[in-house]
């Protein structure tokens, strides 16, 4: 499984591919704080699930559906916002979670992608 994680927050996306690499160790993550190098990846790599950090939002998701619309986006909110998640919804994420993102969290956006996760 490929999971790309976005967020100009190195430290978050790190602690995001943690949490990845935790619930499943065979997976591909890849890093990008940079917008448009996160859009080539996303082309390049074909992630089946890609992570957007706060910084970069709901404009970033409806670029990259726009590059790609195979991989589940994945909004992720610095707390739970109800406005914040419906613009993730409306730019084309298909789930939203809030920081610290948690093992559950990462289990619902592996779910249904490449196989999913073992139980």
């Known amino acids: 499984m490929r999971v790309v994680i976005v967020d100009s927050d190195l430290r978050s996306g790190r602690a995001i591919a943690t949490t990845v690499e935790g619930v499943l160790a065979t ?4 890093l990008y704080g940079d917008a448009d190098t996160a859009l080539a990846g ?3 790599h074909a992630p089946d699930v890609v992570f957007v950090g ?3 939002g709901p404009d970033f998701v409806r670029r990259a559906h726009d590059v790609s ?3 589940k986006y994945v909004g992720v909110v610095a707390a739970p ?3 914040w998640s419906t613009r993730y919804v409306d730019a084309g994420a298909h789930l939203v979670v809030a920081t ?6 990462v289990q619902m956006a592996l779910r ?4 999913g996760v073992p139980t």
């Not at 997976?27 to 890849?30: F, P, Q, T, Y």
């Not at 610290?100 to 969290?105: H, W």
């Not at 249904?112 to 196989?115: Q, V």
């Open 42 to 44: 996303i082309t390049s």
């Open 54 to 56: 706060p910084s970069h």
């Open 112 to 115: 249904h992608r490449a196989g």
């Open 27 to 30: 997976a591909d993550v890849l």
């Open 81 to 83: 916002d109800a406005e």
């Open 100 to 105: 610290p993102v948690e093992v559950f969290d």
């Open 69 to 71: 619309s195979a991989p």
